[in-house]
């Protein structure tokens, strides 16, 4: 109970810290709080086109994984699973809830949590490769870029460690090992630890296909990759071009540095970035923006990259949830209006046998 109060109340106060940059923004600029909430309708449709082309890049790098390696999945449940991570990864810290909420979301579909896992390397792996391209050819081509770069490359080096880690120790679960005393103690059964060693090795089996996927899945994969670092990087570019109309901005800026705050942002302890995003924006992009306009795209800009897909998902799951939870009192009302009045068990059917009801 502690546990939970304490990991809300972290989150609204992110949250809570997030909220009041753009409000301290408008309150220095003159404006009045309800000019934070308008926008062109132009910027919101391209926003949101940017957003659905993020995440939907997200979801069909994910298929072609899934696919390479044999492993069902669903077009819906790549988007339900990405929308997922996002709501997960809103309210932990360092978005560290993020792959597990993909996992148990792509399980609807069937597929083992060995097979699931190596998707999810693929995943990291292709986004860390991508990221790695990106930054090189910033550092190369622009000079603006060096700082996008350092960004990308900071994120790209801290997840790769992370991911090698997880490697070599799954690695070293896939060996036949002696249940270890410890287990026991902690009042595990030894046949979890056989379905531990089970999975690590459906896991190094579906990770080394990674190594020799088919070159077709290999560029869907990578296409899908540029194509969500692409949208995620034009998304602030958008809403600033819908709300000001002005050509004369400073458009590198207002690309690169949004984009190398998301993936610094991911790195932060706090749930959503505990506001380090948003103050890190406004010193950025201060001298990019007039005062009158900051606030109001700032706001706008963290909507359409992190608050809407983690509103969606939480909705979604919450969704699901409901439904799991209702169909089995639903079940049991269909078959007590098939047989009549009362329940089941008070009225038994010749359709009933040991195991439940058969279908007529």
């Known amino acids: ?60 790098r994910i298929v072609a994984l899934a696919r390479a390696l044999g492993v069902p999945l669903r077009w819906r449940t790549a988007w339900l699973a990405q929308l997922a991570g ?32 190596a998707i999810a390397v693929g995943e990291t792996a292709f986004e860390v490769g991508g990221l790695l391209v990106v930054g090189a050819v910033l550092l190369l081509a622009l000079d603006e870029g060096r700082a996008a770069a350092a960004a990308v490359f900071t994120y790209a080096g801290v997840v790769g460690c992370v991911l090698t880690g997880l490697v070599v120790f799954a690695g070293r679960r896939a060996r036949r090992r002696p249940v270890p005393g410890w287990w026991a103690r902690w009042g595990l059964r030894p046949g979890r630890w056989r379905l531990l060693e089970r999975t690590s090795r459906d896991f190094r089996k579906r990770a080394a296909a990674l190594r020799s996927l088919p070159l077709r899945a290999g560029a869907a994969a990578g296409a899908a990759t540029l194509l969500h ?21 400073d458009w590198v800026a207002l690309t690169l540095r949004p984009f190398g705050l998301v993936y610094l942002g991911a790195l932060l302890p706090p749930p959503g970035g505990g506001g380090g995003i948003e103050v890190g924006f406004a010193a950025l992009l201060g001298d990019a923006l007039a005062p009158e306009r900051l606030p109001v795209l700032l706001l706008w800009w963290r909507v359409y990259t992190h608050l ?50 058969t279908p007529p």
Do not use: C, N, Y
């Open 229 to 249: 670092q692409a949208a995620r990087a034009a998304t602030f570019p958008a809403l600033a071009w819908a709300a000001t109309g002005d050509p004369g901005l």
């Open 86 to 117: 996002d709501a997960a990864g809103a309210v932990t810290p360092s978005r560290s809830g993020t792959e597990p909420a993909k996992l148990l979301s792509m399980r609807r579909d069937g597929g083992r949590v060995g097979g699931l896992a």
């Open 308 to 357: 809407l897909t983690a509103a969606v998902g939480a909705g979604a799951i919450a969704l699901l949830s409901a439904r799991r939870r209702a169909s089995p009192r639903r079940r049991k009302e269909d078959l007590q209006r098939l047989h009549g009045q009362g329940t089941v068990q008070d009225h038994p059917s010749p359709v009933h046998g040991p195991h439940g009801a």
């Open 1 to 60: 109970m502690t546990r939970t109060v304490l990991r809300v109340g972290g989150v609204a106060v992110s949250l809570g810290i997030a909220l009041a940059v753009p409000v301290v923004l408008a309150h220095r600029a003159g404006l009045p709080l309800a000019a934070l909430l308008t926008l062109p309708l132009l910027a919101h449709v391209m926003a949101g086109a940017a957003l659905l082309a993020e995440v939907g890049g997200r979801a069909a």
